[in-house]
């Protein structure tokens, strides 16, 4: 199994609460992220919503998607989301 590092760094010039509710909500990313076909809740978390689970399915631009889960592990308001990725692509994303 061939291993990847993949890193991103986003530079948005908005309020820093504006684009925390956009990435606390996952069900409505796909109205903003061009390259997110669906995301399905198979479980909820608690309050903050750590423990949920959400399945994601992408495609890029070859002629496939990918399906994977990812499960909250912690979230910090205003400054962290960390999940575990399992299925076709598996790891932690912060």
Known sequence: M???QLST???IKAPLQDVWDALYHPDAWPNWWK???QIVEIE???ALSIG???RHTWKGVLPYRITFDIRI???VPLQRLEGQAS???EG???
Do not use: M, P
């Open 35 to 37: 390259n997110l076909v």
């Open 2 to 4: 061939a291993e990847y």
């Open 73 to 75: 592990l912690n979230i």
């Open 92 to 94: 932690i994303l912060l």
């Open 52 to 54: 949920a689970l959400h």
């Open 87 to 89: 299925g076709e692509v």
């Open 9 to 11: 760094t986003w530079r």
């Open 44 to 46: 909820k978390g608690d």
